[in-house]
Each structure stands twice: as structure tokens, then as C-alpha cells.
């Protein structure tokens, strides 16, 4: 499985951003996806999972109600739609790719698969 993240980028506090995860592989659809944010000093944490039929919707409840995570299986991505941001929200995010047997999918443990990561940052 094969992952490359894009979409980052600079924002206002306020602004919106989205972000892609291009998934390629042979059996890319059997896993879980996450995406997960590391801002500077900080450990990798959670920030969204779903699986590719749209199922186990789960959100870090630092960005619940403002970020929207999807699939778009017909173009093998997956997106976080970043809403009202935040300088909080600065990071690489990355997303991930787990097995699909995993149930603990907030721990960065848990994935198989990383893409390389997309900077976004947010302004005050």
C-alpha cells in the first residue's frame, strides 16, 4: 500500500482547508484509514479514522465538529475537509493505512502504512 498525502498549506485562523490521501496497492481497500497530525515537540496523535465503505466515523475530540474525514472510492482517496481552523491546528498531517482486524484505531501503533506528510499551518 502505497500513501501520498497533499492539500496543506498556510491559512488564516478561520480558514478552511482540504486535504487528500492518494491510496494505491493491491488490497489498499481492505485496510482502515486514519489521519493523524505532529506539530513541533509535540508526539503524533489521532485526529480521524473511517474505512473505505464509510464506516467506523471517529474524530479527536480537539477537532470533532469542525473536521469532516471521506472517501471518494472512485478516485482512491481519502479527504479531511478542515474547517475553522485554528493555530492549534498547525502540524504535518499524515495519513495511514491500519489492517483491517485493528479496533484500536486512535493508536498510531495500530497502522501499517504512513504517507509522507503535508505541512499546514495556520496564522492568528
Known amino acids: 500500500v502505497q500513501l501520498q498525502a497533499s492539500g496543506g498549506g498556510l491559512v488564516q485562523a478561520g480558514g478552511s482547508l482540504r486535504l487528500s490521501c492518494a491510496a494505491s496497492?493491491?488490497?489498499?481497500?481492505?485496510?482502515?484509514m486514519g489521519w493523524f497530525r505532529q506539530a513541533p515537540g509535540k508526539e503524533r496523535e489521532f485526529v480521524a479514522h473511517?474505512?473505505?465503505?464509510?464506516?467506523?466515523?471517529d474524530y479527536a475530540d480537539s477537532v470533532k465538529g469542525r473536521f469532516t474525514i471521506s472517501t471518494d472510492n472512485a478516485k482512491n482517496t481519502v479527504y479531511l475537509q478542515m474547517n475553522s481552523l485554528k493555530p492549534e491546528d498547525t502540524a504535518v498531517y499524515h495519513c495511514?493505512?491500519?489492517?483491517?482486524?485493528?479496533?484500536?484505531?486512535?493508536?498510531?501503533?495500530?497502522?501499517?502504512?504512513w504517507g509522507q506528510g503535508t505541512q499546514v499551518t495556520v496564522s492568528s
Open positions: 496497492g493491491r488490497t489498499f481497500r481492505y485496510y482502515g
Open positions: 473511517i474505512t473505505w465503505s464509510g464506516g467506523n466515523l
Open positions: 495511514a493505512a491500519h489492517w483491517p482486524a485493528v479496533t484500536d484505531w486512535r493508536d498510531r501503533d495500530a497502522y501499517t502504512y
